[in-house]
């Protein structure tokens, strides 16, 4: 098994919380103006604002625009966005600048320098939307040496670009349709940027018209985000507000990919609520309650597997509910005690979890043995990881972990999901949610909830907050996992609405709550 990344938690933090936060972050937007307010740095401020973030815009070019498209583009004097950087630089330094339109070469190499300095003194992401050409009205914003300074000084800079399938294929000289998704963001990867998501939600696959997808290749996690595909007209300031968003969450503090899937939440229902405001296609409009709605929570592809069909299902709410009964889940690695933890009612969930197994008990023997033990009451029996030998022994209920998944062959996905296997999954953080959603399993796992000692973590403790969370937006039973190991921690944790909580050190706790 590879080592897992380390990383962030995802801090959900509330509407009102970032509202009153005494000092927000700072991202720079170095963008165009639209004088329609749809697009630009108008939507950059309000997909800014949404996240609860300080934006300083900084004016790159100066377009004459409307809804219908596009009639100029005024690139600014590269003095004159040079003495904004520097201004900006003596006092108000960025987390992240976003990049917009900049409309030529002199504004590529000043952003690029003015990234260079800043980071000589700390962290400083670059996130580059290349704004190469209007969606409406079809004008052309960049020549071949622009395409050439963004592939030389911002591609080797970018934490993260967010180009269209169009965008992608200019900056990489191709024909379109030349590639796929996946093809086009690894490209851009190799000429130096750290993660790449192509956005815009088309795709060349028939079977998956019906749905909105991204493809996002990144350090971290690679795979197709998907929502369903929305008949709105208005979805001007939809890339601007994309990037923005992911600009924001990343000054917050998420890890890149889920960055990435705040922005697609965000500018998801920005769409769904566009409006009008001309004879054209109008602005989307992003609502800060985007986080706490269900209906944008995308599900995520394990990497290249494209399940369009069952995403579909899982989107649309058309897969059977789950079969799991809510209650207190025993963990053991003992399969002796099986029999004992599945008396008395205690428990509704208990799992067999042999991570290392004792030459002295064979692992086939164990697993049978707990599946005996099991019998002595009512609670249902997951194996834990060992999959296969689970079922030839006669197991129909597994839990796995993620890299366990991602490393199955596709002919063990798919036994593994067909309907008399019960399978639960493990999720650290909301882009392993998304993965998991993908699955439709019986159950996901959240956590851990507080510090655990009980196995090796990467992931810091997620918190009542993010439980409560999980248990809103993931359309299957939660399970809450994770240092509940006194009785005012299980008892916070029941509060949070999640299906079950497991107990690993803290079985006793069950007894207890019984006097």
């Known amino acids: 098994m590879s080592q897992p990344h380390p990383c962030l938690p995802s801090p959900w933090a509330s509407d009102a919380d970032w509202q009153q936060d005494p000092a927000p972050p700072i991202i720079w937007s170095v963008a165009g103006t639209d004088s329609g307010g749809g697009a630009g740095l108008s939507a950059d401020q309000r997909a800014a604002a949404t996240l609860g973030v300080h934006l300083c815009p900084v004016v790159a070019a100066v377009t004459a625009q409307h809804s219908r498209g596009v009639a100029a583009v ?8 040079q003495g904004q950087l520097d201004a900006l630089a003596a006092d108000l330094r960025p987390r992240v600048i976003k990049t917009g339109l900049l409309a030529s070469v002199d504004a590529v190499a000043a952003v690029a320098r003015c990234v260079d300095a800043l980071r000589r003194d700390g962290r400083v992401d670059l996130v580059v939307d290349p704004v190469l050409g209007a969606s409406a009205g079809g004008a052309a914003f960049a020549d071949a040496a622009l395409i050439a300074a963004y592939r030389e000084l911002l591609l ?10 169009r965008e992608a294929e200019r ?5 379109p349709q030349a590639g796929s998704e996946p093809e086009l963001a690894r490209a851009l990867r190799a000429l130096g940027a750290q993660a790449c998501c192509v956005t815009g939600g088309d795709t060349l696959d028939p079977a998956a018209q019906d749905l909105a997808l991204d493809w996002l290749a990144s350090e971290l996690a690679d795979g197709w985000l998907s929502l369903p595909r929305l008949p709105s007209a208005h979805h001007h300031g ?12 990343l000054a917050r503090g998420y890890p890149l990919p889920d960055a990435v899937l705040l922005a697609k939440m965000l500018s998801w229902t920005a769409v769904r609520d566009g409006y009008a405001a001309g004879a054209g296609a109008g602005p989307v ?11 944008a929570m995308p599900v995520m592809s394990f990497g290249d597997e494209f399940s369009p069909a069952r995403w579909g299902q899982v989107l649309r709410g058309e897969l ?15 399969a002796g005690r099986v029999a004992e933890l599945a008396s008395g009612g205690r428990f509704s969930q208990i799992q067999l979890r042999i991570k290392q197994a004792d030459a002295a008990v064979p692992l086939r023997g164990a697993i049978e043995q707990a599946l005996q ?9 997951w194996i834990n990881d060992h999959w296969q030998l689970a079922l030839d022994c006669g197991a129909r209920a597994l839990h796995l972990g993620q890299e366990d998944w991602a490393a199955l062959p596709a002919a063990a996905r798919a036994r593994l999901l067909q309907p008399d296997v019960r399978l639960g999954i493990s999720s650290h953080s909301l882009w392993e949610l998304a993965r998991a959603r993908g699955l439709a399993p019986h159950y996901i796992a959240c956590g851990p909830l507080w510090a655990t000692s009980t196995k090796q973590m990467p992931w810091q403790p997620q918190g009542l907050d993010n439980l409560a969370w999980w248990v809103r937006m993931a359309g299957r039973p939660v399970v809450g996992i994770g240092g509940i190991t006194t009785r005012e921690r299980l008892q916070a944790a029941q509060a949070s609405g999640a299906a079950a909580l ?14």
């Open 74 to 81: 005024h690139a600014l004097p590269g003095a004159q966005l």
């Open 156 to 165: 080797p800079r970018a934490t993260l670009v967010t180009p269209n399938r």
């Open 171 to 175: 900056l990489l000289g191709l024909a």
């Open 238 to 249: 939809s890339g601007c507000s994309f990037a923005s968003a992911a600009a924001a969450a």
């Open 285 to 295: 409009r992003p609502n800060p309650g985007f986080m706490q709605d269900a209906s």
């Open 320 to 334: 059977p509910p789950a079969d799991f009964r809510p209650g207190l889940y025993a963990i053991t690695e003992d």
């Open 373 to 381: 033990g099991a019998q002595q009451g009512q609670a249902r029996l």
């Open 502 to 515: 497991c107990l690993v050190r803290g079985l006793e706790l069950a007894e207890d709550l019984r006097r």
